[in-house]
């Protein structure tokens, strides 16, 4: 397909070949030298955006929530959730437990959550003196190229892309998942969704992708919730650190408000962020000594000086079976008397492992399975959960053994 179109040095005309894919229609010569941006678009109509496909309206956030409205018993849990894990993160919390948030790596099977919720339940009421157990309920996948986006993009798993569908599938999941008293994190993927979601969220985090995003930390400073930022995937620091520095601050951006109207937001600021260690493509970052050097680094930073450690991601070396062995050596420095370690993340499943999207799609995938990372199953799930919260105890005796001087 050929296109005439002026040179960028000498304005003059010249023909052009073009993918086919694109199908552009022929474009009459402007006499303008300069018309390239300006008279030649303007002939094309809506030809300006080039590579728009479609774009369909989208269900305002505040009719979303009116439709699946938040319940009292929901609102309490998300607000214990949110004092309480606001607390650990301070220091602040009387019984100075730990704040652990495990879950599937994504959902895509909203029965299966619940079900897996269900369990959690009974786990958190087990260990809630030593344990603050909030459910990952992560609805968007983060991808370094192409894949499935998670529930809110693709609910059935087709490459249909009914995100308003999505949408109120999630909303559903959150109310239900925190009608049964278990307060949820999520990551925030994109700087939209969180208007339909967020009011049933206790804890957000900012992946190791968009940490260094001006858009993300804009976002992190107005939510009503602590924000961890996770270090850079190449395991750099600074940008976690600079991230909380940033969402601390007041910030003025463009968003969307509850309408669906966009607006100028302004935000006080986030006090309640903190880094999440997550390993990286330079190595680990849980041991004692790595553990040390943060510390260091975000007391020169005058930042927030306590963290949480993800069990996954770099810090399993991607393999997920090595998280236990992760949340060991995390045990053994909280039973040594470590306090800057204020939570861990695992990634968990009913069932171990993960599995790719058959041909047959929904219907052929196995139950309780996650198709995004690897997960752990539920029974070594319980076993880290065990270890974790001795380990609590441990140091909870030790520091009180410290403090009256024994």
Request: proline share 3%.
């Given at each position: 397909m050929l296109e005439t179109r002026p040179t960028l040095k000498t304005g003059e005309f010249e023909d052009v070949r073009l993918p086919e894919r694109y199908h552009r229609p022929k474009i009459t010569p402007s006499p303008c030298p300069n018309a390239w941006i300006g008279c030649i678009c303007t002939r094309r109509g809506v030809g300006a955006d080039w590579f728009l496909l479609q774009d369909n309206p989208l269900t305002p956030p505040d009719l979303l929530q009116h439709e699946v409205p938040q319940t009292p018993a929901s609102k309490s849990t998300v607000i214990q959730g949110r004092e309480e894990a606001a607390q650990i993160l301070h220091g602040s919390d009387p019984q100075k437990r730990l704040l652990v948030v495990v879950g599937p790596c994504s959902i895509h099977d909203p029965e299966a959550a619940l079900v897996y919720c269900d369990r959690l339940v009974k786990e958190k009421e087990k260990h809630k003196n030593e344990l603050l157990i909030v459910m990952r309920a992560y609805l968007e996948k983060p991808r370094t190229t192409v894949g499935w986006k998670g529930l809110i993009n693709d609910p059935d798993i087709d490459g249909s892309f009914q995100i308003n569908k999505g949408l109120r599938i999630s909303r559903d999941l959150f109310v239900r998942l925190t009608e049964k008293?278990?307060?949820?994190?999520?990551?925030?993927?994109?700087?939209?969704?969180?208007?339909?979601?967020?009011?049933?969220?206790?804890?957000?985090?900012?992946?190791?992708?968009?940490?260094?995003?001006?858009?993300?930390?804009?976002?992190?400073?107005?939510?009503?919730?602590?924000?961890?930022?996770?270090?850079?995937?190449?395991?750099?620091?600074?940008?976690?650190?600079?991230?909380?520095?940033?969402?601390?601050?007041?910030?003025?951006?463009?968003?969307?408000?509850?309408?669906?109207?966009?607006?100028?937001?302004?935000?006080?600021?986030?006090?309640?962020?903190?880094?999440?260690?997550?390993?990286?493509?330079?190595?680990?970052?849980?041991?004692?000594?790595?553990?040390?050097?943060?510390?260091e680094r975000l007391a020169k930073a005058n930042t927030q000086g306590n963290l949480m450690v993800d069990c996954s991601h770099g810090n399993s070396e991607k393999n997920f079976r090595n998280q236990p062995k992760v949340a060991n050596a995390i045990a053994e420095q909280l039973a040594a008397g470590e306090t800057a370690i204020m939570g861990v993340m695992i990634e968990s499943n009913i069932n171990e492992g993960n599995q790719k999207v058959p041909a047959e799609g929904r219907s052929g995938l196995k139950y309780g399975v996650s198709i995004t990372d690897s997960c752990l199953g539920w029974d070594d799930t319980v076993a880290v959960l065990d270890v974790l919260a001795n380990s609590v105890k441990e140091r909870r005796e030790l520091l009180s053994k410290q403090t009256n001087g024994q």
């Open positions: 008293g278990m307060p949820i994190a999520s990551e925030m993927l994109d700087t939209i969704s969180p208007q339909f979601l967020a009011d049933l969220l206790s804890v957000g985090a900012i992946g190791a992708r968009t940490t260094e995003s001006q858009l993300h930390r804009e976002l992190a400073s107005g939510l009503s919730f602590p924000v961890g930022f996770k270090n850079g995937t190449d395991g750099s620091l600074d940008i976690a650190i600079d991230a909380i520095g940033a969402a601390r601050g007041e910030h003025h951006f463009l968003s969307v408000t509850k309408p669906g109207v966009v607006a100028i937001v302004g935000t006080t600021g986030n006090d309640d962020c903190f880094v999440i260690l997550r390993g990286g493509k330079t190595g680990t970052n849980y041991d004692a000594k790595s553990i040390a050097t943060v510390k």
